[in-house]
């Protein structure tokens, strides 16, 4: 692909406005040291809402969402989707990868290293709740 297009969207949120921040990296550029990118958040209305996204290949967040979750909304993070071409021929496709490699081979806290390429974890902090990993 000649163009990886990556948009962070940063959404500064209060009950009445929003305002959108795009920044677009084009081939080769590269963020050089941390950023941390800080939202308040939407945690209402009827509308996707994404803090930082990844597109390959015109994928839309929101109808790959709802071909999973139905006619609702949500607010992510991190979020990232991309549509494979009919004719593809590469081995992977992955809307979300992550690598690792250690050589660590112990930990002060448990006295063995854990590496991870993915972590991810939700916690219920009320009665009614439900909580999990969704994989389909």
Not at 4 to 24: D, G, P
Not at 68 to 78: K, V, Y
Not at 86 to 113: C, D, E, I, M, R
């Amino acid at each position: 692909m000649k163009r990886l297009l990556f948009i962070v969207l940063i959404l500064a949120c209060s009950a009445w406005t929003q305002t959108h921040t795009e920044v677009t990296l084009e081939d080769n550029q590269t963020l050089t040291s941390q950023k941390t990118i800080s939202n308040a958040g939407t945690f209402s209305g009827s509308q996707i809402d994404a803090i930082v996204t990844s597109i390959l290949n015109s994928a839309s967040i929101l109808t790959e969402y709802q071909a999973n979750q139905g006619s609702t909304h949500t607010t992510e993070a991190l979020d990232a989707a991309m549509i494979v071409s009919l004719g593809a021929s590469k081995h992977q496709f992955s809307a979300n990868a992550g690598y690792a490699n250690t050589k660590a081979v112990s930990s002060p806290l448990s006295g063995s290293a854990n590496t991870v390429s993915g972590y991810f974890a939700c916690r219920v902090t009320q009665t009614r709740g439900h909580a999990g990993v969704q994989i389909r």
